[in-house]
Protein backbone atom coordinates (compact mmCIF):
# COMPACT_ATOMS: atom_id res chain seq x y z
CA UNK A 1 0.00 0.00 0.00
CA UNK A 2 1.31 3.32 -1.04
CA UNK A 3 1.76 5.35 2.44
CA UNK A 4 2.75 8.49 0.97
CA UNK A 5 -0.31 11.08 1.88
CA UNK A 6 -2.38 13.16 -0.41
CA UNK A 7 -5.24 14.27 1.81
CA UNK A 8 -4.82 14.57 5.86
CA UNK A 9 -8.47 15.93 7.22
CA UNK A 10 -7.43 16.75 11.31
CA UNK A 11 -10.30 17.35 13.74
CA UNK A 12 -12.41 19.16 11.16
CA UNK A 13 -16.19 19.94 12.52
CA UNK A 14 -18.74 21.85 10.30
CA UNK A 15 -21.29 23.34 11.22
CA UNK A 16 -24.90 24.51 9.25
CA UNK A 17 -26.15 27.92 10.94
CA UNK A 18 -29.26 29.58 10.47
CA UNK A 19 -30.92 32.36 12.16
CA UNK A 20 -32.17 29.95 15.11
CA UNK A 21 -30.73 26.87 14.85
CA UNK A 22 -27.43 25.00 14.91
CA UNK A 23 -26.84 22.27 13.04
CA UNK A 24 -23.24 19.95 13.99
CA UNK A 25 -23.10 18.22 10.57
CA UNK A 26 -19.14 16.95 10.94
CA UNK A 27 -17.87 16.39 14.44
CA UNK A 28 -13.96 16.20 14.79
CA UNK A 29 -13.64 13.98 12.14
CA UNK A 30 -9.99 12.51 11.41
CA UNK A 31 -8.77 10.44 8.10
CA UNK A 32 -6.56 10.32 5.70
CA UNK A 33 -6.21 8.92 2.13
CA UNK A 34 -2.45 8.23 0.49
CA UNK A 35 -1.47 8.35 -3.48
CA UNK A 36 -3.38 6.42 -5.90
CA UNK A 37 -5.41 5.05 -3.14
CA UNK A 38 -9.50 4.55 -2.92
CA UNK A 39 -11.03 5.27 0.50
CA UNK A 40 -14.32 4.64 0.51
CA UNK A 41 -17.07 6.58 2.99
CA UNK A 42 -19.62 4.85 4.41
CA UNK A 43 -22.86 5.75 6.25
CA UNK A 44 -26.72 5.57 5.83
CA UNK A 45 -27.73 8.96 4.43
CA UNK A 46 -27.96 11.64 6.46
CA UNK A 47 -24.38 10.66 8.56
CA UNK A 48 -22.56 13.99 7.02
CA UNK A 49 -20.52 12.32 4.17
CA UNK A 50 -21.31 15.00 1.61
CA UNK A 51 -20.87 17.99 3.84
CA UNK A 52 -17.32 16.28 4.71
CA UNK A 53 -16.48 16.06 1.06
CA UNK A 54 -17.87 19.69 0.54
CA UNK A 55 -15.87 21.21 3.26
CA UNK A 56 -12.56 19.35 1.77
CA UNK A 57 -13.29 21.87 -1.77
CA UNK A 58 -14.64 24.92 0.25
CA UNK A 59 -17.77 24.44 -1.43
CA UNK A 60 -19.86 24.27 1.55
CA UNK A 61 -23.28 27.07 1.15
CA UNK A 62 -21.84 30.30 1.72
CA UNK A 63 -23.58 32.21 4.96
CA UNK A 64 -24.73 28.85 6.12
CA UNK A 65 -22.28 26.25 6.58
CA UNK A 66 -19.46 26.85 8.43
CA UNK A 67 -16.19 24.65 9.17
CA UNK A 68 -15.51 25.50 13.09
CA UNK A 69 -12.47 23.60 13.98
CA UNK A 70 -9.95 21.74 12.23
CA UNK A 71 -7.37 21.70 9.34
CA UNK A 72 -7.93 20.14 5.46
CA UNK A 73 -4.32 19.44 4.46
CA UNK A 74 -3.63 18.68 0.85
CA UNK A 75 -0.07 18.17 -0.25
CA UNK A 76 0.48 19.52 2.94
CA UNK A 77 -1.25 22.56 2.71
CA UNK A 78 -4.23 23.91 4.62
CA UNK A 79 -6.85 24.36 2.49
CA UNK A 80 -8.89 26.23 4.77
CA UNK A 81 -6.43 28.84 4.35
CA UNK A 82 -5.92 29.29 1.06
CA UNK A 83 -7.23 32.75 -0.40
CA UNK A 84 -10.57 32.06 -1.62
CA UNK A 85 -9.38 33.35 -5.39
CA UNK A 86 -6.56 30.69 -5.11
CA UNK A 87 -8.96 27.84 -4.74
CA UNK A 88 -9.80 27.60 -8.22
CA UNK A 89 -6.03 26.44 -8.86
CA UNK A 90 -7.27 23.27 -6.91
CA UNK A 91 -10.74 22.56 -7.44
CA UNK A 92 -11.44 20.53 -10.54
CA UNK A 93 -7.71 20.74 -11.51
CA UNK A 94 -6.15 19.03 -8.43
CA UNK A 95 -9.55 17.97 -6.61
CA UNK A 96 -12.19 17.54 -8.89
CA UNK A 97 -16.08 15.86 -7.45
CA UNK A 98 -18.33 13.86 -9.11
CA UNK A 99 -22.05 14.16 -7.39
CA UNK A 100 -24.78 11.37 -7.56
CA UNK A 101 -26.95 13.17 -10.49
CA UNK A 102 -25.93 13.30 -13.15
CA UNK A 103 -28.68 16.00 -14.19
CA UNK A 104 -27.28 18.51 -11.64
CA UNK A 105 -23.65 18.52 -13.05
CA UNK A 106 -24.55 19.15 -16.68
CA UNK A 107 -26.39 21.65 -18.45
CA UNK A 108 -28.75 20.90 -20.72
CA UNK A 109 -28.72 23.74 -23.33
CA UNK A 110 -24.76 23.48 -24.01
CA UNK A 111 -23.29 20.09 -25.84
CA UNK A 112 -21.34 17.77 -23.62
CA UNK A 113 -18.29 17.95 -25.93
CA UNK A 114 -18.34 22.07 -24.97
CA UNK A 115 -18.62 21.30 -21.24
CA UNK A 116 -15.73 19.15 -21.14
CA UNK A 117 -13.78 21.70 -23.02
CA UNK A 118 -15.39 24.49 -20.39
CA UNK A 119 -13.34 22.54 -17.72
CA UNK A 120 -10.01 22.85 -19.85
CA UNK A 121 -10.01 25.82 -20.79
CA UNK A 122 -10.89 27.24 -17.06
CA UNK A 123 -8.36 25.77 -15.27
CA UNK A 124 -4.90 25.47 -18.19
CA UNK A 125 -4.88 29.67 -18.73
CA UNK A 126 -4.57 29.46 -22.33
CA UNK A 127 -2.27 27.16 -22.31
CA UNK A 128 -3.96 25.12 -24.68
CA UNK A 129 -5.04 26.09 -28.46
CA UNK A 130 -8.05 25.05 -29.30
CA UNK A 131 -7.01 22.15 -31.24
CA UNK A 132 -5.85 20.58 -28.31
CA UNK A 133 -8.55 21.36 -26.62
CA UNK A 134 -10.38 19.64 -28.52
CA UNK A 135 -8.14 16.33 -29.19
CA UNK A 136 -8.36 16.44 -25.19
CA UNK A 137 -11.92 16.12 -25.25
CA UNK A 138 -11.56 13.38 -28.09
CA UNK A 139 -9.34 11.53 -25.80
CA UNK A 140 -11.51 12.18 -22.35
CA UNK A 141 -14.38 10.47 -24.73
CA UNK A 142 -12.79 7.59 -25.61
CA UNK A 143 -11.45 6.95 -22.53
CA UNK A 144 -14.98 6.91 -20.66
CA UNK A 145 -16.40 5.06 -23.57
CA UNK A 146 -17.88 7.37 -25.83
CA UNK A 147 -17.42 7.70 -29.34
CA UNK A 148 -16.18 11.11 -29.30
CA UNK A 149 -18.78 12.01 -32.79
CA UNK A 150 -21.35 12.68 -29.83
CA UNK A 151 -19.85 15.39 -28.31
CA UNK A 152 -21.98 17.65 -30.48
CA UNK A 153 -25.07 16.04 -28.55
CA UNK A 154 -27.23 17.50 -25.80
CA UNK A 155 -27.32 15.63 -22.32
CA UNK A 156 -31.08 14.89 -23.33
CA UNK A 157 -29.54 12.40 -25.47
CA UNK A 158 -28.03 10.52 -23.52
CA UNK A 159 -28.85 7.43 -20.94
CA UNK A 160 -28.29 8.28 -16.90
CA UNK A 161 -25.35 6.00 -17.10
CA UNK A 162 -23.99 8.15 -20.46
CA UNK A 163 -24.63 10.94 -18.69
CA UNK A 164 -22.91 9.82 -16.13
CA UNK A 165 -19.47 9.50 -18.30
CA UNK A 166 -19.59 12.39 -19.68
CA UNK A 167 -19.41 13.87 -16.03
CA UNK A 168 -16.38 11.65 -14.93
CA UNK A 169 -15.05 12.66 -18.67
CA UNK A 170 -15.44 16.43 -17.30
CA UNK A 171 -13.98 15.30 -13.70
CA UNK A 172 -10.62 13.64 -14.76
CA UNK A 173 -9.94 15.95 -17.72
CA UNK A 174 -7.40 18.27 -16.03
CA UNK A 175 -6.15 14.54 -14.58
CA UNK A 176 -6.84 15.88 -10.69
CA UNK A 177 -4.80 13.77 -8.08
CA UNK A 178 -7.67 13.66 -5.66
CA UNK A 179 -11.54 12.93 -7.13
CA UNK A 180 -14.22 12.85 -4.76
CA UNK A 181 -17.29 10.36 -6.35
CA UNK A 182 -20.44 11.18 -3.98
CA UNK A 183 -22.37 8.31 -4.61
CA UNK A 184 -21.71 8.15 -8.44
CA UNK A 185 -23.70 5.22 -9.24
CA UNK A 186 -26.53 5.25 -7.04
CA UNK A 187 -29.20 6.75 -9.39
CA UNK A 188 -27.86 3.68 -12.04
CA UNK A 189 -29.44 0.64 -12.48
CA UNK A 190 -27.29 -2.32 -11.00
CA UNK A 191 -25.34 -3.46 -14.68
CA UNK A 192 -24.66 0.35 -14.95
CA UNK A 193 -23.50 0.74 -11.97
CA UNK A 194 -21.17 -1.80 -12.08
CA UNK A 195 -19.78 -0.74 -15.88
CA UNK A 196 -19.34 2.80 -14.86
CA UNK A 197 -17.28 1.51 -11.62
CA UNK A 198 -14.97 -0.47 -13.69
CA UNK A 199 -14.55 2.26 -16.29
CA UNK A 200 -13.78 4.77 -13.02
CA UNK A 201 -11.48 2.16 -11.62
CA UNK A 202 -9.35 1.65 -14.95
CA UNK A 203 -9.13 5.40 -15.44
CA UNK A 204 -8.21 5.94 -11.81
CA UNK A 205 -4.84 3.16 -12.39
CA UNK A 206 -4.29 5.21 -15.96
CA UNK A 207 -4.08 8.63 -14.50
CA UNK A 208 -3.09 7.65 -11.16
CA UNK A 209 -5.59 9.35 -9.49
CA UNK A 210 -6.53 8.93 -5.85
CA UNK A 211 -10.36 8.52 -4.95
CA UNK A 212 -12.62 8.74 -1.99
CA UNK A 213 -15.25 6.93 -2.82
CA UNK A 214 -18.67 7.98 -0.86
CA UNK A 215 -21.01 5.28 -0.68
CA UNK A 216 -23.80 3.54 1.46
CA UNK A 217 -22.86 0.30 -0.12
CA UNK A 218 -20.44 -1.83 1.44
CA UNK A 219 -20.50 -4.37 -1.45
CA UNK A 220 -19.29 -1.57 -3.62
CA UNK A 221 -16.86 -0.60 -1.04
CA UNK A 222 -15.30 -3.90 -0.52
CA UNK A 223 -14.57 -4.49 -4.47
CA UNK A 224 -13.23 -1.15 -5.17
CA UNK A 225 -11.03 0.72 -1.99
CA UNK A 226 -8.20 -0.39 -0.35
CA UNK A 227 -9.17 2.07 2.76
CA UNK A 228 -12.58 2.25 4.83
CA UNK A 229 -13.98 4.83 7.13
CA UNK A 230 -17.53 4.02 8.34
CA UNK A 231 -19.47 6.79 9.28
CA UNK A 232 -22.23 7.80 11.68
CA UNK A 233 -23.96 11.12 12.61
CA UNK A 234 -21.00 13.29 11.83
CA UNK A 235 -18.31 11.23 13.16
CA UNK A 236 -16.03 8.36 11.90
CA UNK A 237 -16.66 5.81 14.29
CA UNK A 238 -14.47 3.23 12.37
CA UNK A 239 -11.35 3.27 10.01
CA UNK A 240 -8.76 0.80 9.00
CA UNK A 241 -7.80 -0.95 5.48
CA UNK A 242 -10.10 -2.83 3.51
CA UNK A 243 -8.58 -5.91 4.70
CA UNK A 244 -9.00 -4.89 8.35
CA UNK A 245 -13.01 -3.70 7.98
CA UNK A 246 -13.79 -6.80 5.84
CA UNK A 247 -11.90 -9.69 7.92
CA UNK A 248 -11.42 -8.87 11.30
CA UNK A 249 -14.20 -10.11 13.55
CA UNK A 250 -14.12 -6.93 15.88
CA UNK A 251 -16.22 -3.90 14.67
CA UNK A 252 -17.94 -1.30 15.95
CA UNK A 253 -21.70 -2.82 16.56
CA UNK A 254 -23.04 -0.31 13.73
CA UNK A 255 -20.56 -1.65 11.33
CA UNK A 256 -21.77 -4.98 12.13
CA UNK A 257 -25.43 -3.40 11.63
CA UNK A 258 -24.28 -2.62 8.24
CA UNK A 259 -22.80 -5.69 7.43
CA UNK A 260 -26.15 -7.40 9.02
CA UNK A 261 -27.90 -5.67 6.38
CA UNK A 262 -25.86 -6.60 3.44
CA UNK A 263 -27.29 -9.68 1.55
CA UNK A 264 -25.13 -12.81 1.29
CA UNK A 265 -25.49 -15.43 -1.35
CA UNK A 266 -23.83 -17.88 0.44
CA UNK A 267 -25.88 -17.58 3.57
CA UNK A 268 -29.82 -18.66 3.63
CA UNK A 269 -31.78 -16.94 6.27
CA UNK A 270 -35.22 -15.62 5.58
CA UNK A 271 -34.51 -11.78 6.06
CA UNK A 272 -31.55 -9.29 6.46
CA UNK A 273 -30.73 -7.18 9.60
CA UNK A 274 -31.84 -4.25 9.09
CA UNK A 275 -30.78 -1.64 12.11
CA UNK A 276 -33.19 -0.29 14.62
CA UNK A 277 -34.38 2.90 14.80
CA UNK A 278 -33.04 6.02 12.79
CA UNK A 279 -30.00 8.27 12.43
CA UNK A 280 -30.26 11.39 15.59
CA UNK A 281 -31.53 14.64 14.22
CA UNK A 282 -28.16 16.74 13.85
CA UNK A 283 -29.95 19.07 15.66
CA UNK A 284 -30.53 17.21 19.04
CA UNK A 285 -27.51 14.44 19.10
CA UNK A 286 -27.73 12.18 22.13
CA UNK A 287 -25.59 12.84 24.87
CA UNK A 288 -22.52 10.03 25.14
CA UNK A 289 -22.35 8.01 22.21
CA UNK A 290 -24.27 9.33 19.41
CA UNK A 291 -25.21 5.81 18.72
CA UNK A 292 -26.52 4.61 21.78
CA UNK A 293 -30.18 4.98 21.57
CA UNK A 294 -30.07 2.03 18.59
CA UNK A 295 -26.90 -0.13 20.05
CA UNK A 296 -27.73 -3.91 20.49
CA UNK A 297 -24.74 -3.71 23.00
CA UNK A 298 -25.79 0.22 24.85
CA UNK A 299 -23.94 0.01 28.68
CA UNK A 300 -24.40 2.63 31.35
CA UNK A 301 -21.57 4.54 30.67
CA UNK A 302 -22.47 4.73 26.73
CA UNK A 303 -25.82 7.31 28.09
CA UNK A 304 -23.05 9.67 29.31
CA UNK A 305 -19.41 9.64 28.19
CA UNK A 306 -18.13 10.02 24.54
CA UNK A 307 -15.92 7.26 23.61
CA UNK A 308 -12.45 7.49 22.81
CA UNK A 309 -11.45 6.22 19.19
CA UNK A 310 -8.74 3.64 20.37
CA UNK A 311 -6.25 1.67 17.54
CA UNK A 312 -7.26 -2.22 16.97
CA UNK A 313 -3.80 -2.65 15.99
CA UNK A 314 -2.40 -1.84 12.25
CA UNK A 315 -4.67 0.96 10.99
CA UNK A 316 -7.94 -0.12 12.45
CA UNK A 317 -9.66 2.80 14.63
CA UNK A 318 -12.62 2.25 16.78
CA UNK A 319 -14.66 4.52 18.16
CA UNK A 320 -16.79 2.30 21.07
CA UNK A 321 -16.95 1.82 24.82
CA UNK A 322 -16.41 -2.05 24.27
CA UNK A 323 -12.94 -1.31 23.30
CA UNK A 324 -10.02 -0.17 24.99
CA UNK A 325 -10.10 0.65 28.35
FE1 LIG B 1 -22.75 0.77 21.51
FE2 LIG B 1 -21.66 1.83 23.66
FE3 LIG B 1 -20.13 1.17 21.64
FE4 LIG B 1 -21.75 3.24 21.45
S1 LIG B 1 -20.01 3.06 22.82
S2 LIG B 1 -21.44 1.68 19.95
S3 LIG B 1 -23.50 2.53 22.61
S4 LIG B 1 -21.33 -0.22 22.91
Known amino acids: MNSETLLNVKNLSVEYQTDDLTVKAVNNVNLSIGKKQTLGLVGETGAGKTTLALSILRLLPKGIGNVTGGTVEFEGRNLLDV ?82 RVVIAMALSCEPELLIADEPTTALDVTIQAQVLNMMNELKKKLGTSMILITHDLGIVSQNCEKVAVMYAGSIIESGTAEEIFTKDEHHPYTVGLFGSIPDLNKVTDRLSPIDGLMPDPMDLPDGCVFHPRCPKCMEICKTKVPETVSLGGEHLVKCHLFGG
Open 83 to 164: KEGDMLAYRGKQISMIFQDPMTSLNPVIPVGKQVAEVLKLHNDGHMTKEQIEARVDEMFRLVGIPPERKSEYPHQFSGGMKQ
